[in-house]
């Protein structure tokens, strides 16, 4: 037996068994297609293009919606615990419109990878060279 179903939503399964002699059982059960994860919305009353390291208040509002069941607006605790974790970026970004040397890049690649067994910079080795 198969059931498909084109649109995501609740049903009724309704599956019923009939014998040889007439006898009938009748099986039910309810059917939920589909589950969207939740939405989190965040907003802050501050500016959010900048950080105040001096700040003992921060002010924000976020909300919760599901597609299935609408907006969550139903909290257990009136002061839910919201975490926020800064995550500093891997490198410090360059000062001024610099941009990076290609050359320098490959040959830092070179390095890193130990590719001068095979290759040499500027001369045709075991494989080809990279200037």
């Keep these: 037996m198969n059931l498909e179903l084109d649109k995501p939503g609740k049903y009724n399964l309704e599956l019923t068994v009939t014998d040889a002699q007439g006898a009938k059982s009748l099986f039910t059960a309810p059917l939920e297609i589909g589950n969207e994860p939740p939405v989190i919305s965040f ?3 501050q500016n959010q293009s900048f950080f105040w390291p001096d700040t003992k208040q921060f002010n924000y509002a976020f909300s919760v ?3 299935e069941d609408g907006a969550v607006v139903e909290v257990e605790n009136s002061n839910p615990l919201v975490t926020f ?7 410090k970004s ?7 040397n290609l050359i320098d890049q490959g040959k830092a690649l070179v390095d890193a990878n130990n590719c ?4 040499k910079l500027d ?9």
């Design 43 to 45: 907003s802050a009353t």
């Design 65 to 67: 919606s599901d597609q």
């Design 85 to 91: 974790t800064y995550v500093e970026p891997e490198k």
């Design 94 to 100: 360059a000062l001024g419109h610099q941009t990076a």
């Design 116 to 119: 001068l067994g095979c290759h």
């Design 123 to 131: 001369e045709k080795m075991v494989g080809p060279a990279f200037l």
